[in-house]
C-alpha cells in the first residue's frame, strides 16, 4: 500500500496487527475503505461484515471469550445502534476497541447524518465507553495505539473518533 | 443466484425509471444511498420520500405508510445493504401482511454510497428466500430485462406485500440534487399523500 | 440443503418440554462450547447443569448466536452451540446472514421456540403468526437447517446440532408452559473469567 501523507490507515493497521486483532468487524464507511480493505487481505486476521453495527458488539465478545482480541470498524450512525449490546461488554469488562469515522460534523452536506454525529460522544460516553478524538490525520494512529492499550490491557470499552476532518471534505458518496 | 452471463447486467437507474413510470398515485419511499438518486433521477415528486439516513428503516417507514394509507399503493426502492441492515422488519411485515406494499430491492451486491464493498448479498444471502420465510408470499428475484415487464406488473397489482429482488450492475450513473431537507420532504409528502 | 419449507405453516401440535429438550441437548454437550441466549434458554442451561464452558448472556438481546459466531471463530477446532430464544434470536435477526457469510463449519445454533416473549408476560412473537425461523436460516445461507417438533426429531437433530459441518440451524418448538426460574452465576467478569480459564488455562 502506497504511503500517501495523509495514509492513517496504513499505520491503523499495522498497530492492530501488532496490538495481536484477530476479528475485524464492520460495517462499511467510505472513510474506512483503506483500512477494511488491508484487514480483509490479512491472513492472521478474520474480516466479519456485518448486517448492523450491534451484531459486532456481541461478536467481539464471543471472540474474547476465545481468546481472540478484536477491532469494531464503523461509522458514526452505527454508535446509535449499538447502545444497548454495550451493556454486556461493559458489565462483563469486556474490551472492545471501536474505531469510528465520523459524520455529522466538519463540512457535512447531509443534514440526516447531523443528529447522529452531533450525539456520538455524548451517547458513547454515556454508555460507559472511554472516548479519545483525532482530528489530525498524523494523530489518528497513535490514539489507536493508545486506544488498544487502553482496551487490551486495561480491561475498558475505548471508541476512536476519527473527525471527519481528518477524512476530508470530499464527498465519499460521489 | 449469480447475474447471468450472458446478458449484460440491469443498470439500476433505467430499472428504477421503468418501474416508476408505472407508479400512478403510488406512494414511493426510498433507503439511503443510491436509491435515492435511482428514484430522484426517474422524476422528483411530492410523493416521494427520500431517506436520507435511518438506514434499515426504509421498509418499516413505507409500512407505516401503507397503514395509514390503505388505499394506496405503497412502493420501498431500497438496496440490499440498506435492507440487510434492518431485516427483521421482514418479519415484522410478514405477520401483519399489509395489502398495499411493495419492496423493490435494487441488488448490486455491494455497499456503493461506502466504496462497493461486498454485501452479504454477494455470498449467497438469498433475500428472496428470506422474505418467503417471514411470511411474504409473492416473493421473486429478477435480473434479465426481459423479467422486469412482470415484476413491474406484480408491485402494483394483486395483494400484498410483494418483495422483488432486482440483480443490477455496480455502475449507476450521475447523481442529481435530491431535496434533502426532512421538514420539506414530511410536508410536501403529507400534503401530497395525506391531503394534510 | 435441508428444505424447511414443509413446516411453514403446518399445524403440529407443540408437546415438547423446553427443560427436557435442553437437558437432553447438553447431555450431549462432551467438550462443546455453549453460549445462551438472556432469559429462558439461560435458565434452562442452568437447570440442565452448570459447566465453566457455559457463556449465560444475562443481557444483549439479539446477540447470542453471533456471540457465539465470534467464539467460533477464535476456536475452530470446537464445536461452538448457542441456545436461544425466538424473541432474542428475532431481534437480531440479521446476524444469520453474518454468520452464514462466514460460514463457520463448527457453529450450531438452537432456538428454544415457544413463540412467546417469557420474560415480559408471554405475549406473541413473530413466529406465532408463520415466521419460519429455520427457512430464514436456509434463505441466508446457513449449511444445514430444520424444525423440530418431536421428541424422535430432536433425538434425529442430535448429531446436527454436535457434528454436521456448520453453520447448522435448529428451530426446536416448545410449549409455552412455565418453569421455575434456575439461575446460574450472574457476576458478568466471574462467567468470562471461568469460561477463558477453563478453555485458554488464563483469564
Redesign the interface.
Known amino acids: 500500500m502506497a504511503r500517501k501523507p495523509a495514509d492513517w490507515s496504513a499505520d491503523v493497521f499495522r498497530i492492530l496487527k501488532e496490538e495481536g486483532v ?2 475485524v468487524a464492520y ?4 472513510g ?2 483503506r483500512l ?1 480493505k488491508a484487514c480483509r487481505a490479512e491472513r492472521s486476521m ?1 474480516a ?5 453495527e ?2 459486532g ?12 482480541p ?1 477491532a469494531l470498524l464503523m ?1 458514526s ?1 452505527g454508535v446509535g445502534n449499538i447502545v ?2 454495550l ?2 461488554a461493559r ?4 474490551p472492545l476497541l471501536i474505531l469510528v469515522t465520523m459524520r455529522g460534523e466538519w463540512g457535512e452536506f ?4 447531523m ?2 454525529g452531533q450525539a456520538t460522544e455524548t451517547v458513547l460516553d454515556a454508555a460507559g465507553v472511554i472516548v479519545q478524538r483525532a482530528d489530525d490525520p498524523g494523530r489518528v494512529a497513535e490514539t489507536a495505539r493508545s486506544a488498544a492499550a487502553m482496551a487490551f490491557e486495561g480491561g475498558r470499552m475505548v471508541a476512536v473518533l476519527i473527525g471527519q476532518r481528518v477524512i476530508g471534505f470530499k464527498d ?3 | 443466484m449469480a447475474t447471468k452471463k450472458k446478458e449484460p447486467a440491469l443498470l439500476r437507474r433505467a430499472v428504477v425509471k421503468k418501474i416508476l413510470a408505472k407508479r400512478g398515485d403510488a406512494a414511493v419511499v426510498t433507503g439511503i ?1 443510491n436509491a435515492i438518486h435511482d428514484v430522484f433521477a426517474a422524476g422528483d415528486d411530492d410523493r416521494n420520500m427520500y ?6 428503516g426504509a421498509s418499516m417507514v413505507a409500512f407505516g405508510v401503507a397503514l395509514a394509507q390503505p388505499r394506496r399503493r405503497v412502493i420501498v426502492i431500497t438496496g440490499d ?1 440498506e435492507l ?4 427483521g422488519s421482514l418479519a415484522t411485515i410478514g405477520v401483519e401482511k399489509p395489502k398495499n406494499l411493495s419492496i423493490v430491492v435494487i441488488d448490486n451486491q455491494a ?1 456503493g ?3 462497493n ?4 448479498t454477494a455470498r449467497g444471502v438469498d433475500l428472496v428466500g428470506i422474505a418467503k420465510a417471514s411470511g411474504f408470499e409473492r416473493a421473486e428475484q429478477v435480473s434479465k430485462a426481459s423479467e422486469l415487464d412482470g415484476m413491474i406488473d406484480a408491485i402494483y397489482r394483486g395483494d400484498g406485500p410483494y418483495f422483488a429482488v432486482v440483480k443490477v450492475s455496480t455502475r449507476s450513473g450521475p ?1 442529481g440534487d435530491a431535496p ?3 421538514t420539506l420532504l414530511a410536508r410536501r409528502f403529507r400534503a401530497a399523500v395525506a391531503g394534510e | 440443503m435441508a428444505s424447511t419449507h414443509a413446516n411453514r405453516g403446518a399445524n403440529r401440535n407443540i408437546t415438547l418440554d423446553r427443560r427436557e429438550v435442553v437437558s437432553r441437548i447438553l447431555k450431549e454437550r462432551g467438550d462443546a ?1 455453549l ?1 445462551t441466549g438472556l432469559g429462558a434458554p439461560t435458565w434452562d442451561a442452568a437447570a440442565a447443569g452448570d459447566h465453566p464452558s457455559s ?1 449465560y ?8 448466536s ?10 475452530k477446532k470446537r464445536r461452538v452451540l448457542v441456545i436461544t430464544g425466538d424473541g432474542e434470536m428475532l431481534m ?1 435477526i ?2 444469520l ?2 454468520i452464514a ?2 460460514r463457520p463449519d463448527n457453529l450450531a445454533v438452537c432456538v428454544i421456540d415457544n413463540q412467546r416473549y417469557g420474560e415480559t408476560g408471554m405475549q406473541e412473537t413473530h413466529t406465532q403468526f408463520g415466521v419460519d425461523l429455520a427457512a430464514m436460516a436456509a434463505g441466508a445461507g446457513f449449511q444445514e437447517t430444520d424444525t423440530v417438533w418431536t421428541m424422535e426429531e430432536l433425538e434425529a437433530s442430535l448429531s446436527h446440532l454436535y457434528g454436521t459441518p456448520g453453520p447448522v440451524f435448529i428451530d426446536v418448538k416448545v410449549t409455552d408452559a412455565p418453569q421455575p426460574m434456575t439461575l446460574p452465576l450472574r457476576d ?2 466471574a ?2 473469567h471461568r ?2 480459564s477453563a ?2 488455562g488464563k483469564a
Request: glycine share 20%; hydrophobic share 40%.
Open positions: 484477530r476479528q460495517v462499511p464507511d467510505a474506512h475503505t477494511i478474520t466479519v461484515p456485518l448486517t448492523t450491534e451484531e458488539v456481541a461478536l467481539l465478545a464471543g471472540a474474547w471469550l476465545g481468546g481472540e478484536g461509522q450512525s444497548n449490546m451493556g454486556v458489565e462483563c469488562r469486556f447531509n443534514p440526516w447524518q443528529p447522529m465519499w458518496s460521489k | 444511498g431517506l436520507s439516513g435511518i438506514m434499515g445493504g440487510l441492515a434492518g431485516i455497499y454510497a461506502t466504496g464493498q461486498h454485501t452479504h447523481r434533502k431537507d426532512g | 462450547l453460549v457463556f448472556l444475562w443481557g444483549g438481546m439479539g446477540g447470542a453471533v456471540c457465539g459466531l465470534g467464539l467460533a471463530l477464535a476456536q437480531g440479521g446476524s446472514a453474518t457469510a462466514q458478568g467478569p462467567i468470562k469460561f477463558r478453555l485458554l
